[in-house]
């Protein structure tokens, strides 16, 4: 308890300082750009830099959010951002607001470079689950980890429908109120807000996992159609020059052994392989091999924010998510470093089956990695489940950091693609949106 309390006061005095240090740099123009550039060249292209995944491939973007909003709110000229506009303030002052606090829990809100962040911690053991309001009306169900905490972004997209001025509310599913600081919401400011939430809301739409509102059900089947067809497209790859099987993961294999279809309104594509390497270092250069001979092939494959390997595409509107999966020990390693006591014969051989006529490949004993990574009651639908990356083995987290690509290891890889290029007009497109220059 007392290292915890210490903890969290080292991460305010840490947010204070860096707020403070921006703020001073930001009354000097040229320091701001000789900073930045210096900044970005250290974290880009240095091959030697080894920090954590987040200081990696983030890290520029949130820097240079943190500034330009700096800039914004002293007046000075900046990059043009919606998100420089939301301001929020705790509501009406409760005279029991701690003793609610230290019974129920509470909540944050806080603007990032990609949203409004939600978060908080539920201390009343019998909650299974939050609801997020906005207005009174429900936003967003979210199932509680294990450690009682959740979390949920709102998406700048999202955020513009909006009303201009509205009261954001945390409650459990007793509809006990969490509080944010001494009140029981928060008042929301988004000046550009067009009001159309209530409308969305009122037709059945939440917020997604990812922070977007939820697609309409002809949308999701027909992108469901077409994560199948390039499905077959990329596993012919795999079968042909790559050999190895491009089997079912995460939430498309829940869907797949729990009812033999996807989950319902779930809009995206799991699939991974088993790789044989010892180490995630030789792993990455492996799954760099793989992204090679795809892209040859004429896919299009993508880089999320974090380096983590990787989303691949052709010709369409959506993106299949793939990631190999490995063993260190006796723990297989899998999605954020979470971690499954599983062999390599619950995986191999595959085992071909059928999803909606469409031939697809499965791990031998899907119910082992199942329950692993969501847990024994995986069998029972949860509209409102939020995976705990936090279960994992020892060091495995960290060495799951070693397994992500870092901006380096990213322009020497385009480097190599786009000379291939000129040989190979056909090859696909590489993209590490992180390394976008856009606030």
């Known amino acids: 308890m007392i290292q915890g309390a210490v903890d969290a006061m080292a991460k305010h005095l840490k947010g204070r300082i860096y707020k403070r240090l921006l703020r001073f740099i930001c009354n000097f123009p040229t320091v701001v750009k000789f900073f930045y550039d210096s900044f970005q060249f250290l974290v880009v292209h240095m091959p030697f830099l080894r920090s ?148 969305l809301l009122g037709e059945g739409h939440l917020l997604s996992k990812k922070g977007g509102m939820s697609t309409s059900a002809d949308t999701i089947k027909e992108h469901q159609e077409k994560f199948l067809q390039l499905y077959s497209e ?3 790859v795999f079968d042909k020059d790559i050999g190895t099987p491009l089997f079912l993961t995460y939430g498309t294999l829940l869907g797949y052994v ?75 390693v899998a999605y954020r470093g979470a971690c499954v006591k599983a062999s390599e014969s619950d995986f191999l051989p595959a085992v071909k089956g059928s999803l909606r006529g469409v031939e697809v490949y499965a791990p031998r004993n899907p119910e082992i990695f199942l329950e692993g990574y969501y847990g024994k009651n995986w069998r029972v639908p949860d509209p409102g489940y939020v995976s705990d990356y936090r279960q994992t083995g020892k060091n495995l987290k960290g060495n799951y950091g070693k397994f992500l690509l870092t901006p380096y290891e990213y322009l020497r890889l385009l480097d190599k693609v786009e000379a291939e290029r000129k040989t190979n007009p056909d090859m696909g497109t590489l993209i590490a949106s992180s390394l976008n220059e856009s606030v």
């Open 52 to 199: 954590s995944y987040k200081w990696k491939m983030i890290r520029t973007r949130v820097l240079n959010f943190e500034i330009q909003r700096a800039l914004y709110r002293r007046g000075k000229p900046s990059a043009s951002n919606i998100l420089f506009e939301v301001s929020y303030a705790q509501g009406d002052v409760l005279a029991d607001a701690r003793k609610r606090r230290a019974d129920t829990g509470y909540f944050t809100l806080d603007v990032v470079v990609n949203g409004l962040l939600i978060k908080g911690k539920v201390n009343d053991l019998s909650a299974e689950h939050v609801n997020v309001m906005v207005d009174g009306l429900l936003l967003r169900k979210i199932t509680l980890a294990a450690d009682r905490e959740f979390f949920t972004k709102v998406q700048p997209s999202v955020l513009q429908s909006f009303p201009p001025h509205s009261v954001i509310s945390v409650q459990t599913g007793s509809g006990c109120l969490l509080m944010y600081g001494m009140a029981a919401s928060a008042s929301l400011n988004a000046p550009f807000g067009t009001g159309g939430l209530e409308g």
């Open 234 to 236: 990329v596993r012919a």
């Open 258 to 332: 729990r009812g033999g279809d996807f989950i319902p309104n779930d809009d995206d594509f799991d699939a991974g392989y088993l790789s044989r390497k010892g180490t995630p270092q030789e792993v990455k250069k492996e799954t760099l091999e793989i992204m090679l001979k795809l892209l040859r092939a004429g896919f299009s494959i993508g880089i999320n924010a974090v380096g983590r390997l990787f989303k691949i595409h052709r010709d369409t509107d959506v993106h299949l998510d793939l990631m190999p999966v490995w063993f260190e020990g006796a723990w297989n």
